[in-house]
């Protein structure tokens, strides 16, 4: 898979997760939501993906089947035979590579995005280490309460006027030069948020939806994703920390927020502190926040495991050389063969053959498995498809022939096929 074709894919399973975010935000457990995007990420930055009948792409490819027999009905029966091939060339057993404009687009745009939250980030953690240490008997008893593996410092700076964290493997909670530090049951409160974003490594998360962002830079939909995660990250650490307060202290907790909200100062990308955007939303979350049950944690887990196979998979082996056999039929009308229509099967590249035979691979093996095609006959086979990509890369020329109605593709030399007869659906070629 293309980074395009990657793109396409991660904006459907985006599409998925906005839909059940937006109807089940205030009914599920926000940690449902950070394993979503999860999915996501994977699916952006994993560039292959597993097969799977239940796929939406497999059902789009059955719709596209049917609409294509329904445009042209006998387009089945008129080909056994149906000829595919791709307009690469092999040259000395090496495909030529070139980088298109459309590329250097692309290119260009990534290193803006990369630079922008490069420089910002470096910008702001110059800034924090002009920081002073917290000199205070209740800051003190915090840390010594919450012992952690890696060493968290807490620092005071006059730049900032809202708490924040930065750092993944030394992590710093920086609270604002004008914090009330006799207001224990507030800073208890920034404590446990900071420090609930530095146990679950959020900005590492925070990293890692940067850096999709920055190569998919071109999707308006990955700026949704990175802009609703980020929220997420936000509401379950909200609901974390009224899990360990108790659901009583919801209103004090909201108050808080509504406090830092009035504070809030400029953007701090890959930070974790208190967002002032949406700042209404988690308001609303707080106050819906229920006791979760293992209802809660069934519902969440069926639904992101339904996602995940319905929407971060990709369509069998089978139906993709099926669908791509009936495009080609869509394309041929009865009329030209019969008026003795030249059939030109074009050269296949290496990279091409090679990305068919992992599909093949898979297709013969589901094959053995159901008992139509033995162990010892599928190794035979594909031991001879092998030496042929080692042949494609040593120069020599051949080409896919696809039958449509035995979902199967064939290999045959380059040459020109052309159609001598055609009776009871049957084409006959020389």
């Given at each position: 898979?293309?980074i395009?074709?990657?793109?396409?894919?991660g904006?459907v399973?985006?599409?998925?997760v906005?839909?059940?975010?937006?109807l089940?935000?205030?009914?599920?457990?926000?940690?449902?939501?950070?394993?979503?995007?999860g999915?996501?990420?994977?699916?952006?930055?994993?560039?292959?993906?597993?097969?799977?009948?239940?796929?939406?792409?497999?059902?789009?490819?059955l719709?596209?089947?049917?609409?294509?027999?329904?445009?042209?009905?006998?387009?089945?029966?008129?080909?056994?035979?149906?000829?595919?091939g791709?307009?690469h060339?092999?040259?000395n057993?090496?495909?030529?590579?070139?980088?298109?404009?459309?590329?250097?687009?692309w290119?260009t745009?990534v290193?803006?995005?990369?630079l922008?939250?490069?420089?910002?980030?470096i910008?702001?953690?110059?800034e924090?280490?002009?920081?002073?240490?917290?000199?205070?008997?209740?800051?003190?008893?915090?840390?010594?309460e919450?012992p952690?593996r890696?060493?968290?410092?807490?620092?005071?700076?006059?730049?900032i006027?809202?708490?924040?964290?930065?750092?993944?493997?030394?992590p710093v909670?920086?609270?604002?030069?004008?914090?009330?530090?006799?207001?224990e049951?507030?800073?208890?409160?920034?404590?446990?948020?900071?420090?609930?974003?530095?146990?679950?490594?959020?900005?590492?998360?925070k990293?890692l939806?940067?850096?999709?962002?920055?190569?998919?830079?071109?999707?308006?939909?990955?700026?949704?994703m990175?802009?609703?995660a980020?929220?997420?990250?936000?509401l379950?650490c909200?609901?974390t920390?009224?899990?360990?307060f108790?659901?009583?202290?919801?209103?004090?907790?909201?108050?808080?927020?509504?406090?830092?909200?009035?504070?809030?100062?400029?953007?701090?990308p890959?930070?974790?502190?208190?967002?002032?955007?949406?700042?209404e939303e988690?308001?609303?979350?707080i106050?819906?926040?229920?006791k979760?049950?293992?209802?809660s944690?069934?519902m969440?887990t069926?639904?992101?495991?339904?996602?995940?196979?319905?929407?971060?998979?990709?369509a069998?082996a089978?139906d993709t050389?099926?669908e791509?056999?009936?495009?080609?039929?869509?394309?041929?009308?009865?009329?030209d063969?019969?008026n003795?229509?030249?059939?030109t099967?074009?050269q296949?590249?290496?990279?091409?053959?090679?990305?068919?035979?992992?599909?093949y691979k898979?297709?013969?093996?589901e094959?053995?498995?159901?008992?139509?095609?033995s162990?010892?006959?599928?190794?035979?086979?594909i031991?001879?498809?092998?030496?042929?990509?080692?042949?494609?890369?040593?120069?020599?020329?051949?080409?896919?022939?696809?039958?449509?109605n035995?979902e199967?593709?064939?290999?045959?030399p380059q040459?020109?096929?052309?159609?001598?007869?055609?009776?009871?659906?049957?084409?006959?070629i020389?």
């Amino acid at each position: 898979m293309d980074i395009f074709q990657m793109s396409l894919s991660g904006t459907v399973l985006i599409v998925a997760v906005i839909i059940i975010r937006a109807l089940a935000l205030y009914r599920l457990p926000k940690k449902t939501f950070l394993v979503l995007w999860g999915v996501v990420i994977c699916r952006l930055c994993i560039p292959f993906s597993i097969p799977s009948h239940l796929s939406f792409f497999t059902g789009i490819n059955l719709l596209k089947q049917t609409f294509s027999e329904m445009m042209i009905p006998d387009a089945a029966m008129m080909t056994n035979n149906v000829l595919l091939g791709t307009m690469h060339t092999v040259e000395n057993g090496a495909t030529r590579v070139s980088i298109s404009p459309i590329m250097l687009i692309w290119l260009t745009g990534v290193c803006a995005c990369s630079l922008f939250f490069i420089v910002t980030y470096i910008k702001c953690c110059k800034e924090f280490q002009a920081s002073l240490p917290v000199e205070n008997r209740a800051v003190y008893q915090w840390l010594w309460e919450q012992p952690m593996r890696r060493k968290v410092q807490i620092m005071q700076s006059d730049r900032i006027k809202a708490p924040l964290t930065y750092g993944i493997f030394h992590p710093v909670v920086l609270l604002p030069k004008t914090m009330d530090y006799m207001d224990e049951t507030k800073l208890k409160y920034i404590f446990m948020h900071e420090f609930v974003h530095i146990r679950r490594f959020d900005n590492l998360t925070k990293l890692l939806l940067a850096l999709v962002l920055c190569v998919y830079w071109f999707n308006p939909l990955v700026w949704v994703m990175y802009a609703l995660a980020n929220r997420d990250i936000e509401l379950s650490c909200d609901e974390t920390v009224l899990q360990k307060f108790g659901e009583t202290m919801k209103s004090a907790y909201a108050m808080m927020l509504i406090s830092m909200e009035e504070k809030k100062s400029r953007l701090s990308p890959m930070c974790s502190n208190f967002s002032k955007n949406v700042i209404e939303e988690r308001i609303m979350c707080i106050m819906k926040i229920k006791k979760v049950t293992m209802l809660s944690i069934t519902m969440a887990t069926i639904l992101v495991a339904g996602t995940a196979t319905v929407f971060a998979t990709s369509a069998s082996a089978a139906d993709t050389a099926k669908e791509t056999a009936t495009q080609y039929i869509a394309s041929t009308t009865e009329s030209d063969l019969q008026n003795g229509l030249t059939l030109t099967i074009n050269q296949i590249s290496y990279n091409d053959y090679q990305d068919w035979l992992k599909k093949y691979k898979i297709m013969i093996q589901e094959e053995v498995q159901n008992g139509s095609l033995s162990q010892q006959t599928a190794d035979k086979t594909i031991q001879e498809h092998e030496q042929i990509l080692t042949n494609i890369q040593n120069g020599d020329q051949v080409s896919l022939k696809v039958d449509p109605n035995k979902e199967e593709v064939l290999i045959v030399p380059q040459t020109d096929f052309k159609v001598t007869e055609i009776e009871d659906g049957v084409i006959t070629i020389e």
